[in-house]
């Protein structure tokens, strides 16, 4: 019957004969698996070492002791998840007047054709954009788009 479909049915049985008598081809089929995991484990290392490597902050980021929270977003829970992702850490003193800041931490969120969360950090003097951050959430409640959005800051500052 195995002639009939073109396969030789001497080869079947060695097959068949081989792995009775133990002999595996699991070997021939787990070096190239070792070769691919380790190949693997080399792209995670290289792209964990790729977020290492940061562009720096301007100066007056690093600098900078006070901040004001503008909330251009119209959510008063965004505000105050920023807000208390703030006082957590505890790098700047949060101001109540624009006029006391270092810093000004505008808070944005655009909804036209994505969910967007901004977090843009402009000078107070200059009114000069430092930085920006965006977060895209498509379900998900303010406190997990605040503290995505301060933990990306957070990581490229330095510590005190």
Same mark, same amino acid.
């Given at each position: 019957?195995? =002639?009939?479909?073109? !396969?030789?049915?001497?080869?079947?049985?060695?097959?068949?004969?081989?792995?009775?008598?133990?002999?595996?081809?699991?070997?021939?089929?787990?070096?190239?698996?070792?070769?691919?995991?380790?190949? %693997?484990? &080399? @792209?995670?290392? @290289?792209?964990?070492?790729?977020?290492?490597?940061?562009?720096?902050?301007?100066?007056?980021?690093?600098?900078?002791?006070?901040?004001? %929270?503008?909330?251009? $977003?119209?959510?008063?829970?965004? $505000?105050?998840? !920023?807000?208390?992702? &703030?006082?957590?850490?505890?790098?700047? #003193? !949060?101001?109540?007047?624009?006029?006391?800041?270092?810093?000004?931490?505008?808070?944005?969120?655009? #909804?036209?054709?994505?969910?967007?969360? &901004?977090?843009?950090?402009?000078?107070? #003097?200059?009114?000069?954009? &430092?930085?920006?951050?965006?977060?895209?959430?498509?379900?998900?409640?303010?406190?997990?788009?605040?503290? !995505?959005?301060? =933990?990306?800051?957070?990581?490229?500052?330095?510590?005190?």
């Amino acid at each position: 019957m195995l =002639a009939k479909v073109g !396969i030789d049915p001497d080869s079947h049985q060695k097959f068949w004969l081989a792995a009775r008598a133990g002999e595996s081809r699991s070997r021939d089929i787990i070096a190239p698996m070792k070769y691919r995991f380790a190949f %693997i484990v &080399l @792209l995670c290392t @290289l792209g964990a070492a790729a977020d290492d490597r940061r562009a720096p902050l301007p100066e007056k980021i690093v600098a900078a002791k006070t901040v004001f %929270i503008q909330n251009e $977003s119209g959510e008063i829970k965004f $505000s105050d998840n !920023i807000r208390k992702q &703030l006082e957590d850490w505890g790098r700047w #003193q !949060i101001v109540k007047s624009k006029a006391e800041a270092d810093l000004v931490l505008s808070l944005q969120h655009q #909804q036209r054709f994505h969910n967007n969360f &901004l977090l843009v950090v402009l000078d107070r #003097q200059s009114g000069e954009t &430092l930085w920006t951050v965006k977060k895209d959430v498509a379900i998900g409640g303010y406190a997990g788009v605040a503290r !995505i959005l301060m =933990a990306d800051l957070r990581k490229r500052l330095p510590p005190i």
